[in-house]
Protein backbone atom coordinates (compact mmCIF):
# COMPACT_ATOMS: atom_id res chain seq x y z
CA UNK A 1 0.00 0.00 0.00
CA UNK A 2 1.04 3.22 -1.07
CA UNK A 3 2.08 6.01 1.88
CA UNK A 4 -0.64 8.51 2.40
CA UNK A 5 0.19 12.37 2.94
CA UNK A 6 -2.16 14.42 5.34
CA UNK A 7 -3.24 16.67 2.30
CA UNK A 8 -4.24 13.23 0.05
CA UNK A 9 -7.81 12.11 0.12
CA UNK A 10 -10.42 11.19 -2.14
CA UNK A 11 -12.09 13.81 -3.54
CA UNK A 12 -16.16 12.39 -2.77
CA UNK A 13 -19.33 13.70 -4.18
CA UNK A 14 -22.85 13.67 -3.08
CA UNK A 15 -25.03 12.04 -5.34
CA UNK A 16 -26.71 15.77 -6.78
CA UNK A 17 -27.14 16.99 -10.23
CA UNK A 18 -23.77 19.09 -10.02
CA UNK A 19 -21.84 15.69 -9.93
CA UNK A 20 -23.65 13.56 -12.34
CA UNK A 21 -23.58 17.18 -14.80
CA UNK A 22 -19.37 17.22 -14.31
CA UNK A 23 -19.13 13.28 -15.24
CA UNK A 24 -20.90 14.38 -18.37
CA UNK A 25 -18.69 17.29 -19.28
CA UNK A 26 -16.13 15.79 -18.38
CA UNK A 27 -16.38 12.52 -19.67
CA UNK A 28 -15.77 10.52 -17.00
CA UNK A 29 -16.84 7.09 -15.39
CA UNK A 30 -18.98 7.43 -12.43
CA UNK A 31 -17.41 5.16 -8.92
CA UNK A 32 -20.59 4.95 -7.01
CA UNK A 33 -19.48 3.63 -3.72
CA UNK A 34 -22.66 2.77 -1.06
CA UNK A 35 -21.44 2.43 2.09
CA UNK A 36 -22.86 1.70 6.00
CA UNK A 37 -21.66 3.48 8.87
CA UNK A 38 -22.51 -0.27 10.72
CA UNK A 39 -20.83 -2.57 8.22
CA UNK A 40 -17.00 -3.76 9.55
CA UNK A 41 -16.76 -4.50 5.67
CA UNK A 42 -17.09 -0.50 4.62
CA UNK A 43 -14.90 0.58 7.77
CA UNK A 44 -12.42 -1.76 6.38
CA UNK A 45 -12.98 -0.51 2.74
CA UNK A 46 -12.26 2.78 3.89
CA UNK A 47 -9.06 2.31 6.05
CA UNK A 48 -7.89 0.14 3.56
CA UNK A 49 -8.57 1.19 0.01
CA UNK A 50 -9.43 4.84 0.52
CA UNK A 51 -6.49 5.70 2.26
CA UNK A 52 -4.29 4.47 -0.40
CA UNK A 53 -2.63 6.88 -1.99
CA UNK A 54 -2.30 5.53 -5.37
CA UNK A 55 -6.27 4.41 -5.03
CA UNK A 56 -6.47 8.56 -4.43
CA UNK A 57 -4.86 9.56 -7.12
CA UNK A 58 -6.51 7.15 -9.29
CA UNK A 59 -10.12 8.07 -8.83
CA UNK A 60 -9.78 11.98 -8.40
CA UNK A 61 -7.60 12.15 -11.53
CA UNK A 62 -9.85 9.59 -13.62
CA UNK A 63 -13.41 9.06 -12.06
CA UNK A 64 -16.62 11.24 -10.44
CA UNK A 65 -16.36 9.43 -6.81
CA UNK A 66 -19.60 9.62 -5.67
CA UNK A 67 -20.50 8.50 -1.80
CA UNK A 68 -23.27 7.77 -0.68
CA UNK A 69 -24.70 6.56 3.22
CA UNK A 70 -27.28 3.74 2.68
CA UNK A 71 -29.52 4.71 5.04
CA UNK A 72 -29.64 8.93 4.38
CA UNK A 73 -30.20 7.09 1.11
CA UNK A 74 -32.14 4.21 1.34
CA UNK A 75 -33.59 4.53 -2.50
CA UNK A 76 -30.30 4.32 -3.96
CA UNK A 77 -29.24 1.94 -1.98
CA UNK A 78 -32.26 -0.42 -2.84
CA UNK A 79 -32.30 0.66 -6.07
CA UNK A 80 -28.02 -0.68 -7.10
CA UNK A 81 -28.92 -3.34 -5.23
CA UNK A 82 -31.41 -4.62 -7.80
CA UNK A 83 -28.81 -3.59 -10.25
CA UNK A 84 -26.10 -5.89 -8.25
CA UNK A 85 -28.23 -8.66 -8.21
CA UNK A 86 -29.05 -8.72 -11.75
CA UNK A 87 -25.38 -8.44 -12.29
CA UNK A 88 -23.87 -11.01 -9.84
CA UNK A 89 -26.98 -12.79 -9.59
CA UNK A 90 -27.12 -13.10 -5.65
CA UNK A 91 -27.51 -10.03 -2.78
CA UNK A 92 -25.11 -8.83 -1.21
CA UNK A 93 -24.18 -6.80 2.11
CA UNK A 94 -22.77 -3.24 2.32
CA UNK A 95 -20.90 -1.76 1.10
CA UNK A 96 -21.86 -1.25 -2.49
CA UNK A 97 -18.69 -0.47 -5.10
CA UNK A 98 -20.08 0.35 -8.74
CA UNK A 99 -18.88 1.93 -12.07
CA UNK A 100 -21.62 3.96 -14.23
CA UNK A 101 -21.10 5.65 -16.89
CA UNK A 102 -21.95 9.39 -17.26
CA UNK A 103 -25.23 8.51 -18.10
CA UNK A 104 -25.70 6.12 -15.29
CA UNK A 105 -25.13 2.86 -17.05
CA UNK A 106 -24.16 0.29 -14.76
CA UNK A 107 -21.18 -1.37 -15.96
CA UNK A 108 -19.88 -3.09 -12.91
CA UNK A 109 -20.75 -3.92 -9.66
CA UNK A 110 -19.11 -4.86 -6.45
CA UNK A 111 -19.06 -5.07 -2.93
CA UNK A 112 -15.89 -5.08 -0.71
CA UNK A 113 -12.85 -4.43 -3.09
CA UNK A 114 -9.78 -4.68 -1.30
CA UNK A 115 -6.79 -2.76 -1.95
CA UNK A 116 -4.47 -5.88 -2.70
CA UNK A 117 -5.30 -8.81 -4.95
CA UNK A 118 -7.03 -11.72 -3.65
CA UNK A 119 -6.63 -14.90 -4.86
CA UNK A 120 -8.73 -13.88 -8.32
CA UNK A 121 -10.33 -10.87 -6.97
CA UNK A 122 -8.35 -7.88 -8.25
CA UNK A 123 -7.41 -4.90 -6.23
CA UNK A 124 -9.37 -1.42 -6.50
CA UNK A 125 -6.10 -0.26 -7.81
CA UNK A 126 -5.95 -2.83 -10.35
CA UNK A 127 -9.67 -2.48 -11.56
CA UNK A 128 -9.53 1.58 -11.25
CA UNK A 129 -6.73 1.26 -14.58
CA UNK A 130 -8.50 -1.35 -16.72
CA UNK A 131 -11.96 0.31 -16.21
CA UNK A 132 -10.54 3.86 -16.87
CA UNK A 133 -8.56 2.71 -19.92
CA UNK A 134 -11.55 0.20 -21.25
CA UNK A 135 -13.80 3.80 -20.47
CA UNK A 136 -11.61 5.11 -23.46
CA UNK A 137 -11.33 2.09 -26.06
CA UNK A 138 -13.95 0.07 -25.43
CA UNK A 139 -16.49 3.03 -24.36
CA UNK A 140 -19.60 1.12 -26.60
CA UNK A 141 -19.10 -2.06 -25.05
CA UNK A 142 -19.80 -0.84 -21.68
CA UNK A 143 -22.69 1.14 -22.41
CA UNK A 144 -24.24 -2.19 -23.94
CA UNK A 145 -23.44 -3.94 -20.92
CA UNK A 146 -25.34 -1.20 -18.86
CA UNK A 147 -28.42 -0.81 -21.18
CA UNK A 148 -29.04 -4.61 -21.31
CA UNK A 149 -28.83 -4.43 -17.23
CA UNK A 150 -31.37 -1.45 -17.21
CA UNK A 151 -34.10 -3.18 -19.34
CA UNK A 152 -33.88 -5.44 -16.89
CA UNK A 153 -35.07 -3.06 -14.16
CA UNK A 154 -38.70 -2.83 -14.42
CA UNK A 155 -39.43 -6.40 -16.54
CA UNK A 156 -42.84 -7.19 -14.99
CA UNK A 157 -42.63 -10.32 -12.62
CA UNK A 158 -44.63 -13.66 -13.69
CA UNK A 159 -47.86 -13.49 -12.96
CA UNK A 160 -48.75 -15.77 -9.58
CA UNK A 161 -52.11 -17.33 -9.22
CA UNK A 162 -54.06 -15.82 -6.11
CA UNK A 163 -54.11 -18.33 -3.39
CA UNK A 164 -56.78 -18.48 -0.67
CA UNK A 165 -55.87 -16.49 2.54
CA UNK A 166 -56.50 -18.96 5.49
CA UNK A 167 -55.84 -18.17 9.04
CA UNK A 168 -55.04 -21.65 9.11
CA UNK A 169 -51.56 -20.90 8.17
CA UNK A 170 -50.75 -20.95 11.83
CA UNK A 171 -50.09 -25.07 11.29
CA UNK A 172 -47.76 -23.92 8.48
CA UNK A 173 -45.95 -21.39 10.72
CA UNK A 174 -45.63 -24.13 13.72
CA UNK A 175 -43.83 -26.90 11.07
CA UNK A 176 -41.63 -24.25 10.00
CA UNK A 177 -40.50 -23.33 13.38
CA UNK A 178 -39.86 -26.58 14.13
CA UNK A 179 -37.62 -27.49 11.44
CA UNK A 180 -36.02 -23.94 11.44
CA UNK A 181 -35.37 -23.31 16.00
CA UNK A 182 -32.16 -23.97 17.01
CA UNK A 183 -33.29 -25.80 19.78
CA UNK A 184 -30.44 -25.12 22.29
CA UNK A 185 -29.58 -21.58 21.95
CA UNK A 186 -32.57 -20.16 20.20
CA UNK A 187 -33.16 -18.47 16.83
CA UNK A 188 -33.65 -19.34 13.56
CA UNK A 189 -29.89 -19.39 12.05
CA UNK A 190 -25.96 -20.71 12.94
CA UNK A 191 -22.97 -18.34 13.53
CA UNK A 192 -23.42 -14.93 12.92
CA UNK A 193 -26.58 -14.80 14.95
CA UNK A 194 -29.28 -11.56 13.82
CA UNK A 195 -32.34 -11.44 16.42
CA UNK A 196 -35.16 -11.85 13.75
CA UNK A 197 -37.11 -9.91 15.79
CA UNK A 198 -40.11 -9.56 13.03
CA UNK A 199 -40.30 -13.77 13.13
CA UNK A 200 -40.49 -13.59 16.63
CA UNK A 201 -42.84 -10.53 16.29
CA UNK A 202 -44.80 -13.02 14.36
CA UNK A 203 -44.79 -15.97 16.63
CA UNK A 204 -46.25 -14.12 19.01
CA UNK A 205 -49.06 -13.03 17.03
CA UNK A 206 -49.70 -17.05 16.33
CA UNK A 207 -49.54 -18.03 19.49
CA UNK A 208 -52.16 -15.36 20.83
CA UNK A 209 -54.63 -17.15 18.04
CA UNK A 210 -53.36 -20.70 18.96
CA UNK A 211 -52.18 -21.23 22.57
CA UNK A 212 -49.52 -23.23 21.07
CA UNK A 213 -47.37 -23.85 23.62
CA UNK A 214 -44.24 -25.34 21.33
CA UNK A 215 -44.71 -21.59 19.77
CA UNK A 216 -44.69 -19.91 23.25
CA UNK A 217 -41.64 -22.15 24.11
CA UNK A 218 -39.42 -21.46 20.65
CA UNK A 219 -39.79 -17.87 21.90
CA UNK A 220 -39.28 -18.09 25.02
CA UNK A 221 -36.06 -20.02 24.35
CA UNK A 222 -34.74 -17.19 22.32
CA UNK A 223 -35.58 -14.58 24.27
CA UNK A 224 -33.75 -16.17 27.23
CA UNK A 225 -30.13 -16.92 25.70
CA UNK A 226 -30.30 -13.25 23.96
CA UNK A 227 -30.16 -12.13 27.81
CA UNK A 228 -27.52 -14.44 28.72
CA UNK A 229 -24.69 -13.95 26.65
CA UNK A 230 -22.70 -11.40 25.45
CA UNK A 231 -25.70 -10.02 22.40
CA UNK A 232 -26.83 -8.30 25.52
CA UNK A 233 -24.94 -5.74 27.11
CA UNK A 234 -25.60 -6.75 31.19
CA UNK A 235 -23.78 -4.14 32.58
CA UNK A 236 -25.60 -0.34 30.52
CA UNK A 237 -28.64 -1.97 28.84
CA UNK A 238 -29.17 -2.08 25.29
CA UNK A 239 -28.47 -4.96 22.76
CA UNK A 240 -25.78 -5.04 19.90
CA UNK A 241 -26.45 -5.33 16.03
CA UNK A 242 -25.67 -9.42 15.96
CA UNK A 243 -23.97 -12.08 17.98
CA UNK A 244 -20.74 -13.60 15.98
CA UNK A 245 -21.43 -17.10 17.59
CA UNK A 246 -24.21 -19.52 17.79
CA UNK A 247 -25.09 -19.10 21.28
CA UNK A 248 -24.92 -15.20 21.66
CA UNK A 249 -22.45 -15.04 23.61
CA UNK A 250 -19.89 -13.02 21.47
CA UNK A 251 -21.08 -9.47 20.08
CA UNK A 252 -20.35 -7.48 17.04
CA UNK A 253 -20.17 -4.40 19.33
CA UNK A 254 -22.08 -1.70 17.61
CA UNK A 255 -25.85 -0.74 18.87
CA UNK A 256 -28.20 1.08 16.53
CA UNK A 257 -31.97 2.70 17.41
CA UNK A 258 -33.82 0.52 15.08
CA UNK A 259 -32.26 -2.76 16.60
CA UNK A 260 -33.30 -1.57 20.22
CA UNK A 261 -36.90 -0.13 19.20
CA UNK A 262 -37.71 -3.18 17.79
CA UNK A 263 -35.94 -5.13 20.57
CA UNK A 264 -37.84 -3.28 23.29
CA UNK A 265 -41.23 -3.19 21.93
CA UNK A 266 -40.50 -7.89 21.53
CA UNK A 267 -39.76 -7.86 25.18
CA UNK A 268 -42.53 -5.83 26.44
CA UNK A 269 -45.28 -7.52 24.30
CA UNK A 270 -43.71 -10.87 25.58
CA UNK A 271 -43.78 -9.59 29.22
CA UNK A 272 -47.39 -8.72 29.04
CA UNK A 273 -48.17 -12.40 27.46
CA UNK A 274 -45.91 -14.30 29.78
CA UNK A 275 -45.75 -12.07 32.60
CA UNK A 276 -41.97 -12.97 32.91
CA UNK A 277 -40.62 -10.11 34.75
CA UNK A 278 -37.13 -10.02 33.09
CA UNK A 279 -38.47 -9.06 29.98
CA UNK A 280 -39.61 -6.21 31.77
CA UNK A 281 -36.77 -5.27 33.19
CA UNK A 282 -34.55 -5.74 30.35
CA UNK A 283 -36.70 -3.56 27.89
CA UNK A 284 -36.68 -0.55 30.58
CA UNK A 285 -32.88 -1.35 31.01
CA UNK A 286 -32.33 -0.79 27.23
CA UNK A 287 -35.11 2.36 26.91
CA UNK A 288 -32.77 3.97 29.53
CA UNK A 289 -29.72 3.11 27.71
CA UNK A 290 -31.27 4.28 24.54
CA UNK A 291 -32.89 8.03 26.21
CA UNK A 292 -29.39 8.16 27.69
CA UNK A 293 -27.89 8.19 24.26
CA UNK A 294 -30.84 11.16 23.18
CA UNK A 295 -28.56 14.56 22.70
CA UNK A 296 -30.42 17.84 23.40
CA UNK A 297 -32.78 17.44 20.45
CA UNK A 298 -34.59 14.89 21.92
CA UNK A 299 -33.96 12.81 18.88
CA UNK A 300 -31.94 9.20 18.72
CA UNK A 301 -28.97 9.74 16.17
CA UNK A 302 -26.11 7.16 17.27
CA UNK A 303 -22.91 8.80 17.65
CA UNK A 304 -24.12 12.34 16.25
CA UNK A 305 -24.74 10.74 12.39
CA UNK A 306 -27.97 11.24 10.62
CA UNK A 307 -31.38 11.65 12.51
CA UNK A 308 -33.63 9.00 10.51
CA UNK A 309 -37.26 9.79 10.95
CA UNK A 310 -38.88 5.67 10.68
CA UNK A 311 -35.82 5.03 13.22
CA UNK A 312 -36.85 7.63 15.39
CA UNK A 313 -40.62 6.58 14.97
CA UNK A 314 -39.95 3.07 15.73
CA UNK A 315 -38.64 4.13 19.61
CA UNK A 316 -41.25 6.68 19.59
CA UNK A 317 -43.38 3.61 19.18
CA UNK A 318 -41.67 1.50 22.05
CA UNK A 319 -41.84 4.41 24.39
CA UNK A 320 -45.29 4.41 24.15
CA UNK A 321 -45.54 0.90 24.57
CA UNK A 322 -43.27 0.79 27.89
CA UNK A 323 -45.72 3.73 28.90
CA UNK A 324 -48.84 1.62 29.25
CA UNK A 325 -46.97 -0.54 32.07
CA UNK A 326 -45.07 2.44 33.48
CA UNK A 327 -46.70 5.99 33.14
CA UNK A 328 -43.33 7.84 33.71
CA UNK A 329 -42.18 6.70 29.93
CA UNK A 330 -45.53 8.72 28.29
CA UNK A 331 -43.57 11.76 28.67
CA UNK A 332 -40.57 10.48 26.91
CA UNK A 333 -42.68 9.08 23.90
CA UNK A 334 -44.22 12.57 23.48
CA UNK A 335 -41.06 14.93 23.77
CA UNK A 336 -39.78 12.16 21.28
CA UNK A 337 -42.70 12.74 19.00
CA UNK A 338 -42.99 16.51 18.90
CA UNK A 339 -38.97 16.90 18.89
CA UNK A 340 -39.30 14.10 15.61
CA UNK A 341 -42.10 16.34 13.87
CA UNK A 342 -40.78 19.84 14.86
CA UNK A 343 -37.67 18.54 12.95
CA UNK A 344 -38.57 16.39 9.94
CA UNK A 345 -42.06 17.56 9.86
CA UNK A 346 -41.44 21.10 7.97
CA UNK A 347 -44.21 23.20 5.83
CA UNK A 348 -46.43 20.58 5.48
CA UNK A 349 -44.04 17.96 4.22
CA UNK A 350 -42.09 14.86 5.92
CA UNK A 351 -38.70 14.41 5.07
CA UNK A 352 -36.59 10.75 5.31
CA UNK A 353 -33.14 12.39 7.70
CA UNK A 354 -31.34 15.28 8.71
CA UNK A 355 -27.89 15.36 9.02
CA UNK A 356 -26.09 17.67 12.09
CA UNK A 357 -25.89 21.76 11.45
CA UNK A 358 -28.04 21.08 8.57
CA UNK A 359 -31.55 21.79 6.88
CA UNK A 360 -33.51 18.23 6.18
CA UNK A 361 -33.89 18.02 1.87
CA UNK A 362 -34.55 13.65 1.63
CA UNK A 363 -38.00 13.81 1.31
CA UNK A 364 -39.70 10.90 3.07
CA UNK A 365 -40.00 7.46 1.89
CA UNK A 366 -42.98 4.90 2.55
CA UNK A 367 -41.70 3.63 5.57
CA UNK A 368 -41.48 6.78 7.52
CA UNK A 369 -45.23 7.57 6.97
CA UNK A 370 -45.94 4.10 7.83
CA UNK A 371 -44.20 4.12 11.58
CA UNK A 372 -44.47 7.35 12.04
CA UNK A 373 -48.06 7.13 11.17
CA UNK A 374 -48.50 4.27 13.57
CA UNK A 375 -46.55 6.18 16.50
CA UNK A 376 -49.29 9.10 15.73
CA UNK A 377 -52.17 6.15 16.78
CA UNK A 378 -50.01 5.20 19.80
CA UNK A 379 -49.95 8.71 20.88
CA UNK A 380 -53.39 9.58 20.15
CA UNK A 381 -54.42 6.13 22.26
CA UNK A 382 -52.65 7.20 24.86
CA UNK A 383 -53.82 11.23 25.57
CA UNK A 384 -57.03 11.35 22.82
CA UNK A 385 -55.41 13.86 20.92
CA UNK A 386 -57.34 14.70 18.12
CA UNK A 387 -54.41 16.76 16.21
CA UNK A 388 -52.04 12.86 16.59
CA UNK A 389 -55.89 10.71 14.32
CA UNK A 390 -56.04 13.54 12.14
CA UNK A 391 -52.41 13.67 11.22
CA UNK A 392 -52.15 10.08 10.99
CA UNK A 393 -55.09 9.84 8.50
CA UNK A 394 -53.70 12.48 6.74
CA UNK A 395 -50.37 9.95 6.22
CA UNK A 396 -52.29 7.07 5.52
CA UNK A 397 -54.20 8.76 2.46
CA UNK A 398 -50.98 9.88 1.02
CA UNK A 399 -49.48 6.90 1.40
CA UNK A 400 -52.58 5.73 -1.06
CA UNK A 401 -52.46 8.13 -3.33
CA UNK A 402 -48.73 8.67 -4.05
CA UNK A 403 -46.88 4.54 -3.16
CA UNK A 404 -50.20 2.55 -4.30
CA UNK A 405 -50.41 1.11 -7.52
CA UNK A 406 -53.21 -1.58 -8.08
CA UNK A 407 -52.06 -3.41 -5.44
CA UNK A 408 -48.77 -3.03 -5.63
CA UNK A 409 -46.38 -0.42 -3.46
CA UNK A 410 -43.58 1.93 -4.00
CA UNK A 411 -40.93 2.88 -1.60
CA UNK A 412 -40.42 6.51 -3.47
CA UNK A 413 -42.09 8.50 -5.63
CA UNK A 414 -38.72 9.81 -6.29
CA UNK A 415 -35.92 9.23 -9.22
CA UNK A 416 -35.62 5.81 -8.03
CA UNK A 417 -39.11 4.47 -8.34
CA UNK A 418 -39.06 0.38 -7.21
CA UNK A 419 -41.81 -1.71 -6.61
CA UNK A 420 -41.75 -2.07 -2.87
CA UNK A 421 -40.26 -5.60 -1.46
CA UNK A 422 -42.48 -7.49 1.17
CA UNK A 423 -39.19 -8.73 2.79
CA UNK A 424 -38.23 -7.45 6.37
CA UNK A 425 -34.42 -6.41 6.19
CA UNK A 426 -32.93 -4.29 8.92
CA UNK A 427 -36.82 -2.69 10.01
CA UNK A 428 -40.07 -4.29 8.58
CA UNK A 429 -40.92 -3.72 5.24
CA UNK A 430 -42.30 -0.27 4.13
CA UNK A 431 -45.34 -2.60 2.31
CA UNK A 432 -46.09 -4.30 5.40
CA UNK A 433 -45.47 -1.35 7.34
CA UNK A 434 -48.10 0.65 5.50
CA UNK A 435 -50.66 -1.79 5.75
CA UNK A 436 -50.16 -2.24 9.28
CA UNK A 437 -50.91 1.22 9.71
CA UNK A 438 -54.26 0.87 7.40
CA UNK A 439 -55.28 -1.82 9.38
CA UNK A 440 -54.75 -0.28 12.81
CA UNK A 441 -56.38 3.11 11.49
CA UNK A 442 -59.52 1.41 9.71
CA UNK A 443 -61.60 0.93 13.26
CA UNK A 444 -60.51 4.52 14.15
CA UNK A 445 -61.70 6.69 11.33
CA UNK A 446 -64.62 6.12 9.13
CA UNK A 447 -62.82 5.95 6.01
CA UNK A 448 -62.84 1.89 4.90
CA UNK A 449 -59.18 0.93 4.37
CA UNK A 450 -60.08 -2.45 3.93
CA UNK A 451 -59.97 -3.01 0.31
CA UNK A 452 -55.98 -1.61 -0.41
CA UNK A 453 -55.39 -4.12 2.86
CA UNK A 454 -56.59 -7.13 0.85
CA UNK A 455 -55.80 -6.47 -2.28
CA UNK A 456 -52.02 -6.46 -1.14
CA UNK A 457 -52.26 -9.41 1.21
CA UNK A 458 -54.13 -11.37 -2.05
CA UNK A 459 -51.51 -10.29 -4.69
CA UNK A 460 -48.94 -11.64 -2.10
CA UNK A 461 -50.77 -14.95 -1.11
CA UNK A 462 -49.24 -17.44 -2.49
CA UNK A 463 -45.72 -16.29 -1.21
CA UNK A 464 -47.64 -15.81 2.38
CA UNK A 465 -49.36 -19.26 2.36
CA UNK A 466 -45.99 -20.98 1.56
CA UNK A 467 -43.50 -19.07 3.22
CA UNK A 468 -44.92 -17.08 6.19
CA UNK A 469 -41.24 -16.76 7.31
CA UNK A 470 -39.93 -14.94 4.02
CA UNK A 471 -42.39 -12.03 5.07
CA UNK A 472 -42.89 -12.14 8.96
CA UNK A 473 -44.52 -8.75 9.64
CA UNK A 474 -46.68 -9.07 6.37
CA UNK A 475 -47.81 -12.18 7.89
CA UNK A 476 -48.52 -10.92 10.94
CA UNK A 477 -50.53 -8.45 9.37
CA UNK A 478 -52.51 -11.21 7.56
CA UNK A 479 -53.15 -12.94 10.49
CA UNK A 480 -54.82 -10.08 12.16
CA UNK A 481 -57.14 -9.32 9.53
CA UNK A 482 -58.27 -12.61 8.82
CA UNK A 483 -58.93 -13.26 12.80
CA UNK A 484 -60.93 -9.38 12.36
CA UNK A 485 -63.14 -10.60 9.51
CA UNK A 486 -63.67 -14.13 10.97
Not at 47 to 76: H, Q, T
Not at 83 to 107: D, G, K, Q
Request: no cysteine; net charge negative; proline share 3%.
Amino acid sequence: MSTLSKQEKINWYQWEPSALAKAKQENRAIFLFIDSPTSQWSQKMQKDSFEDANIIELLNERFIAIRVNKYERPDIERYYQKIYSLMNREPTASPLSLFLTENLEPFYAGSYIPSEAIDQQLSLDSLLRIISKKYITDYDTLVQKGEEVLSFIDKQEKTVQATKLDINITKTIELHTKNLLDSKFGGFTKAPKFPNTSTLELLLTSYELTKNESTLSAITLTLDNMIKGGFYDKARGGFYQYATDEAWEEAYELKTSYDNAQLIKLYLRAFTITKNETYKKVAFKTIDFMLNQRGESKLFSLKGENIIGSWNALMVQALFLASQIDETYKHHALETLEALLSTLYVSGTLYHSKKPNEKPSIKAFLDDYATLGEALIMAYQNIKEESFLIMATQFSNLIIEQYYEQAQWVYTTGQFKLKESIYDKEIPSALASALSLLFTINSLVDNDYRTFIFKTLELHSYTLMRQPFSSPTLTKVMLSYLKEEE
